[in-house]
């Protein structure tokens, strides 16, 4: 089955960046993980790409806070705000723990809905998880803001577990 599924990629990968057959390819997957009895999900950079993408068992979508302008005149943008589960049915798939530095990539932004409040490492990851919680999601995949460290797999700092922890009530990811 993999040897399929990177045969319909390398397909997909040389019909061009412009995102012709993507739909398809992510349909495909998605079928095929699952007709052999597992679960699946497809981690969508936008909440937009719901409802344009496959998204497997379990939808999920990424949240930085960013715009990146538009491509093709549509827009490249997390809302200023993230939607309440009620409203996606999926779960926050990836949001970065740290406004101003991330494990490689761009997810070290801060939030417009948090107003200010997610700007410092020892208080973020507590606003955004608090603020996500209130919107109703139980499920959220943290981005570490540490890259190769040898005494923490989850590639995350001391002020970001301290600040998991304090929306945790103490229990930190180990």
Known sequence: MLRSLEAD??????????????????????????????QSTVGHRF?????????????QFHYYGV???TLADEPLADPDEVPRESTTHAFV??????????????HGHTWPELKGK??????????????????GYRSVLLWG?????????????????????KFTGGKVPM
């Open 118 to 135: 997610d700007v410092m490492p020892k208080d973020c990851a507590y606003e955004r998880l608090k603020a996500l919680d209130a919107k």
């Open 145 to 165: 803001d540490m890259r190769g460290t040898a005494n923490d797999d989850l590639c995350l700092s001391r002020a970001s577990l301290e600040s998991i922890a």
């Open 93 to 106: 798939g990836e949001i970065g723990v740290n406004p101003g530095k991330d494990a490689g990539g761009d």
């Open 67 to 69: 715009d990146y302008g």
């Open 9 to 38: 990629q390398t397909r997909w990968r040389s019909r061009g960046a412009d995102g012709c057959g993507v739909g398809d390819f992510l349909r495909l997957a998605v079928r095929r993980i699952e007709s052999a009895g597992f």
């Open 47 to 59: 909440e937009s790409d719901l409802d344009h993408y496959a998204g497997g068992t379990f939808r």
